[in-house]
T-cell receptor
Framework: GQQVMQIPQYQHVQEGEDFTTYCNSS?????IQWYKQRPGGHPVFLIQ?????EVKKQKRLTFQFGEAKKNSSLHITATQTTDVGTYFC???????????FGDGTTLTVKP | DAGVTQSPTHLIKTRGQQVTLRCSPK?????VSWYQQALGQGPQFIFQ???????QRGNFPDRFSGHQFPNYSSELNVNALLLGDSALYLC??????????????FGPGTRLTVL
């Protein structure tokens, strides 16, 4: 079945440093979604990418979808303490409505 | 505009028992998906309900079953509980447009502990 891998598992940064998490799927995706989960909370939708090579920005966050639609990345510029949490990617393949989540990258930010 | 709600918040059961978890979708949404999230892992897709029918199912045994009601709310039932069923159970609702890429909104989850 479809597998989604995320690296790194953990990332510790100093406030102001950049952060990137990578997501790789074993199969071609129809779309990929990114979520953020704060400790003790639930996943909160950030963005969805659909097109091959698509790049979307939300303030300090930049999301990319690979040309082959099998990988994606999330880059945060100049991290802040409010960025702490676990970032998940979730890919949807050929089965509409069936999302496969990666195991997330947990970001900690030292002030 | 109410978001996704789930009940109960926490639940403690013993092995072999049965449990029912409930979810009310965000106002205007018609599709409900259920996920199991073990500690330190990403949510795993259990199944999705639309128009009161199970539309997609993940790799979960038949002990996991569900239902969707005419008002779009949903229940997740787990029979013959195992210790390994201890997890956060998340409900996500969406409005079915194309089926693919429908934005999901997650509820706060139900923390199930099996002793």
């Amino acid at each position: 079945g479809q597998q989604v891998m995320q690296i790194p598992q953990y990332q510790h940064v100093q406030e102001g440093e950049d952060f990137t998490t990578y997501c790789n799927s074993s199969t071609t995706l129809s779309n990929i979604q990114w979520y953020k989960q704060r400790p003790g909370g639930h996943p909160v939708f950030l963005i969805q990418l659909v097109k091959s090579g698509e790049v979307k920005k939300q303030k300090r966050l930049t999301f990319q979808f690979g040309e082959a639609k099998k990988n994606s990345s999330l880059h945060i510029t100049a991290t802040q303490t409010t960025d702490v949490g676990t970032y998940f990617c979730a890919g949807e393949g050929s089965n509409a409505g069936k999302s496969t989540f990666g195991d997330g990258t947990t970001l900690t930010v030292k002030p | 505009d109410a978001g996704v709600t789930q009940s109960p918040t926490h639940l403690i059961k013993t092995r072999g028992q049965q449990v029912t978890l409930r979810c009310s979708p965000k106002s205007g949404h018609d599709t409900v998906s259920w996920y199991q999230q073990a500690l330190g892992q990403g949510p795993q897709f259990i199944f999705q309900y639309y128009e009161e029918e199970e539309r997609q199912r993940g790799n979960f045994p038949d002990r996991f079953s569900g239902h969707q009601f005419p008002n779009y709310s949903s229940e997740l039932n787990v029979n013959a509980l195992l210790l390994g069923d201890s997890a956060l159970y998340l409900c996500a609702s969406s409005l079915r447009t194309q089926g693919f890429g429908d934005t999901q909104y997650f509820g706060p989850g139900t923390r199930l502990t099996v002793l």
